[in-house]
């Protein structure tokens, strides 16, 4: 069988957001199991998290260079590494996981510079290890069928690709209210240079590169910070060239008053266009020249490579397995509640109960039999069925 | 800690299709982990599938009837069974954990009849144990927000419910090719008296009870087999009578061509009305009278309940784990791959690598060079970096 | 030349709507003028109406009986008359100018009854005169697109048609506050026995037969007052039975809170399916089975009849001849205003003027500099013009 | 009365196509009456245009000189001149009409410099007559909307104008194989220096400019020329700085592959942002900061100046008037086919008849019955409608 991989983790701790994340994208497929971790620089919350996450109380280390040294010398160590830290610690603990022989698997940044970025990737070629970075929006099954339909030529030659990265998060000062996400990234001190460019930019930018194979050859940029006060960039505005004169536009905002997390990309070319909007990931449109627009769905048509990073029918969008997940966190939460004497959480209240499988058998047999009876009025029996 | 829960499985081996989801859904919130099964009636696939999926070859049980009294016997013994058999053997497999004094969380229906399932209720009830349906639906986020704005009497007094679930994976009559999901639906004799009707119309049924929480007093129906020579129905309407005079229609089709799996809800209410799609299900859309149509966003708005079912920020569709997990595997792929000294398989090829770390940065400084120097057009610097 | 046919109208008086969009589109091609009227009951109102419209004051008559008299005696008498009466007078009128030997364009409905309708038909033919009816949503280029591919058999053979028509603006009792068009909509003795079926359930059957080129045969229906104390249906719900197993759904309501106009038809067959939203009025969805669903769109494909009812390239919906007029409208208020010495109305201030035209050409010159500076930033040069 | 405007036209001649949408805008609300014109440099076409449009032939001239002096000079003389030449004849044109003290009315661009249209803003002032553009987008009403809410501030402090305008028409070289619109268009001895700068995007920076209230003060600018050969910019990116900081990005493109007319403004601003899709003029999608999207509708909500260029209510789109005026354009070739003894063309045959009529009455009676009888199956009486 396929034995899950054992995975460790440096940072995620209690209150971390991206670990939590990771955690369960690790989890979600069966392949990895968490089994080892640095969770945070303060020891105490590093064991408290491990104790919360049911790790081994011998696995959750103090340090990352401890870790990356013990469990390369144990004989079940782990088989990879996420680095989930702040960006300033990718470089380094990345180095120290390679260095033991030990694959990584890094959010992203990869570096704060080009020139660690080069080391890095360097060195996991010397070492013979995985490097990769969680670029998440290259997961969607049709992103992958984006850039199938671009290497099989269905654009025919490319000529324009458009991508724009929109946020309103930051509309307002929040850095200067205490609100961590935003005070460190907002602070040259701690973010360095790049402000949106970096956070979302970047995604914006790997994006574009992933479905079109192709990086810019130069770039006509612009950075603002429309906020006042701000200290880094919350808007960023790119001309790029690609090669072959491609053309292209790329604008990142945080300051985009009334946009969640709009991710968007268009790629034109000489015989059709593509759309792609991360906000409708189960869809991509699809317009050859002359012709209609049709709208590409998960697990409907694609290719091997979108086929395979889709779990479940077209229709189920990504999304009914959360919502499917719902039922077994209420129903953990009602069998503990009861366990533990207590009322169950207001929020886990509204499980599907067997009163509602009595309901739906109700209505069954009253449509059988007013259809039977050449549509009459049927009443159905029930008997204190709730919904 | 919150140790996971130890769940056991009655059906659900390998070629079936919802197991697997299951499984996904109790993985996906670290809550559950499964430790036995009864996967498969024929035991050398209840074994094999055991193996696939981990499970301790002991408590890899020959039939059901035996997992229930084994199980109930272990200090260590499953916490739940989830039942993932054909239909008519819900209410057994259920009525014997019941017995054992095993919470029960089952696929839906509950039973093939009202009269067993109201004897399922009353055993659950008697035994204090849980006993709770997958009505997939109720699980989304937005579903439950619609519950609470109905609840909290945001629609005013409700007036008018539309519930309509189209598909078309029926409109041809594959039931004759042995496709095998197809044959035992449209089998009478497999499948019960309903057709579409048990299939899908419930799950409409239960999706417009469940946020109304109203049931209907009586009905008006017609089923139809549109695809000639099918035995049993592939299309239901019925009009509804809910109480105080509310009025409904449902539909659902499984022959409806070009829908894929379009369950679709609008509750009308004197105030407001709210209409909730499936297929885009991190949006609702609520319309006061006389006022604009607002879309309300998974994540951005919403009750207590709507929150906790969900898992990551406004404008990450459900979907993003998806994607994100996609990664996770394509990484396990490549460790495998490397490890047992064979390719990549080609669907995990398009892993981000420590390349597109560098083509970042590099797009990174350059579009900081070029606003540095007053927009002017910047070279990337990239030596062999490959999307 | 194709010079104007002379129009008539009985009906559509000062406080009148439905006679001026009459008026507008007999207007919009070219093909009409209006030449006389018997605008309204009221003598002293039938003046000042004909007045308004600029009609000669010897072709308003104060009864269509003596206009239909004499108009049929003229040399130059009218061509057709529009009848935009209430609805208890359609019958009558018309069949005095059938008489009279001139054709009839008539408002919905044709009569009050089958039985007058029937006999209108009769008299139509006999005398060899058109007798038509404005049932406007078949008017739409891509209504007609929809029946060209029906009738092509591109849907296969024909399974369900599912037609929606729902609006609100009877969500409150406003024909208790002296509202004009409610208050006879929902008088029994004024409106007959039907209120949203007679009113919009009427077109919703039309659409549905007008694209499917279907009649019922046989409906199951229930009607109701959704609104407390109404006295006329305001909420229809039928189930239909077509020719050859078509099955159907059709539901109006005026109480659908949120709805404007929305009328919506969805027509499967074993082949394919069309959907069709008045709202959206320029696509049209098309899906084959198996196939990923196309959006259609006015001008860039279509039949004969499709094209033969668009006026504007693809992309350019209608309503941008609307957009087009509104500018004349206030260019004619602006001259007006000059001539009588007065302001003009605010809300025609926003005319595109020269200023606009020198600041798009400052706008040209500005980016042609820039580019050929190899996109250094570059002002514009603008004194004083304003948008 | 309002007695309509006389209106002269320059240019739009058979095979003009901007012309006769000029006519039908002029025509729609009844203000103005073509009388006059200089509609070809060919005699001939000049004098069948002006039949086919129904002119007297004493006011067909032969050159627009001739006819802005005579018609100056009559006393039922034009009231406005409606100019629809080459671009490069506007500003001489409209030098003629206003020096003889007659309002102009002309497509877009006003000149083919700056300094000619600033000549001619200048002469307009010192005329004290109208000079007018149509600006087409800018007489939408929810454009309109869209102004006057950023003119009573509800974006706030406006930050960031992204305007697109996409077209796919020229995605081939069709410049080459003889299209008319192409040839002059891609054609820098014609066109100018300004490909798709000079006809589309400057439609976007009005519209930026238009809803903003802001002209932008500098640009950073690229032209690319994306199909191999074209001698003039089929793509054009630029970034914006206006005034106070705010920022911009405008693109225009007539090789999106795919692409209609997709005009698309969005403005973002401290509190809310509107985003305003042309292929939907409909609607105006608002987003306050924090809150949900909410779709404001034509006719439902808006301004003074919203509601006075609205003609319909809220839900019967800008286009209804056109599907109204396809059965008036039915009814007319059904009349004069009668009388010419000739069939109707068949892209008229789908008139509605009487047949509808008494079906339509047939569907409202048995749907009466039905209800009346507890919602029994009930037939419809009809003998040869036909749909």
Known sequence: MNAPLRLGMVG????????????????????????????????????????????????SYASWQEMARREAAR????????????????????????????????????????????ALQALAQRRERLLCLTHTYSG??????????????????????QVEY????????????????????????????????GD?????????????GLQAESVCAELSSLVPGRRLDDHVQVMLRFPDGVRGLLWASQVATGCENALRLRVYGSRASLEFAQEQPNELLF??????????????VGSAEAQAATR????????????????????????????????????????????????????VEAVLASHRAGSAWTPLQQEGATP
Chains 1, 2, 3, 4 share one sequence.
């Open 140 to 161: 969607y099954a049709m992103v992958r069928q984006a850039r199938a339909m671009v290497e099989a030529g269905e654009l025919g030659v490319l000529r324009l690709i």
């Open 312 to 363: 479940i029918p077209a229709g189920h969008p990504e999304g009914y397995l959360e919502a499917f997940a719902q039922l077994y966190r209420d129903a953990a939460e009602h069998i503990r509640a009861r366990r533990e004497g207590r009322a169950v959480a207001p929020t886990s209240r509204w499980l599907t109960t067997a009163a509602d499988g009595v309901a739906g058998l109700a209505f």
């Open 75 to 118: 004989p079940d160590g782990i088989d990879a590494v996420a680095i989930v830290t702040p960006n300033h610690l990718h470089a380094p603990v990345a180095t120290a996981f390679l260095e033991a022989g030990i694959d990584v698997i890094c959010d992203k940044p990869l570096a704060t510079s080009q020139a660690d970025a080069r």
């Open 287 to 300: 317009t050859p020249l002359g012709g209609a627009t049709q709208r590409l769905t998960r697990g409907r």
């Open 12 to 59: 995620g701790g209690q209150g971390a957001f991206i670990g939590g994340v990771h955690r369960i994208a690790a989890r979600l497929d069966g392949q990895w199991q968490l089994v080892a971790g640095a969770l945070s620089s303060d020891p105490l919350r590093a064991l408290a998290s491990a104790d919360e996450l049911g790790l081994d109380s011998s696995r």
């Open 166 to 197: 929109a946020q309103d998060w930051l509309a307002e000062p929040i850095e200067l209210t205490g609100q961590k996400q935003a005070a460190w990234r907002c602070d040259p001190a701690l973010a360095g240079p790049a402000g949106a460019l």
């Open 200 to 212: 979302i930019g970047t995604h914006a930018y790997h994006l574009a590169s992933f479905v079109s």
